[in-house]
T-cell receptor, first 113, second 114 residues
């Protein structure tokens, strides 16, 4: 079945550092790819998405590019802030949508001032 | 526009009991999906309801069931609770489900089984 693999962390960075969280996937066909963020005590919020190869999703300074050749969707941000501290989930949904969202295990990001 | 609401936010039950969780989707949304989040297994898809019908189902035992009402509100039921059912249960609503409709998540219900 479909699967998503991402670094679990915790990942600790200083404020204004460059962020990369790696995400690779296994899926049949051409899934849609997502990054969700979860703040303490809250549900998941969609951060960005990409629906086809070479698409770039972007939001709030975060970016990720759908790379079919490497089956990857790495999350990047040029300069992180303390407020970016959260758990980040990479996810996919297959073309039929029949299995719901398939999530990675989540990466706990800690930004220190 | 109000977001997805889930009640109760916290529950404590004992093994063998049953539990019902409730989810109210965003107004106008007809699809409701349920997910289980645990430290060991991460986030796993339970099932999706659309227009009062279960449309998709994940790989969970029959003790996990759900239903959806005509106003799109959904309930999830777990019977004969086991310790391993302790988890955060998340509900997500979308306009029509499927690939092209964004899912909006509620804050979750934290279930503890003793």
């Amino acid at each position: 079945g479909d699967s998503v693999t991402q670094m679990e962390g915790p990942v600790t960075l200083s404020e204004e550092a460059f962020l990369t969280i790696n995400c690779t996937y296994t899926a049949t066909g051409y899934p849609s790819l997502f990054w969700y963020v979860q703040y303490p005590g809250e549900g998941l919020q969609l951060l960005l998405k990409a629906t086809k190869a070479d698409d770039k999703g972007s939001n709030k300074g975060f970016e990720a590019t759908y790379r079919k050749e490497t089956t990857s969707f790495h999350l990047e941000k040029g300069s992180v802030q303390v407020s970016d501290s959260a758990v980040y989930f990479c996810a996919l949904i297959g073309r039929r949508g029949a299995d719901g969202l398939t999530f990675g295990k989540g990466t706990h990001l800690i930004i220190q001032p | 526009k109000a977001g997805v609401t889930q009640t109760p936010r916290y529950l404590i039950k004992t093994r063998g009991q049953q539990v019902t969780l409730s989810c109210s989707p965003i107004s106008g949304h007809r699809s409701v999906s349920w997910y289980q989040q645990t430290p060991g297994q991460g986030l796993q898809f339970l099932f999706e309801y659309f227009s009062e019908t279960q449309r998709n189902k994940g790989n969970f035992p029959g003790r996990f069931s759900g239903r959806q009402f005509s106003n799109s509100r959904s309930e999830m039921n777990v019977s004969t609770l086991e310790l391993g059912d302790s988890a955060l249960y998340l509900c997500a609503s979308s306009f029509a489900g499927g690939v092209n409709n964004e899912q909006f998540f509620g804050p979750g219900t934290r279930l503890t089984v003793l």
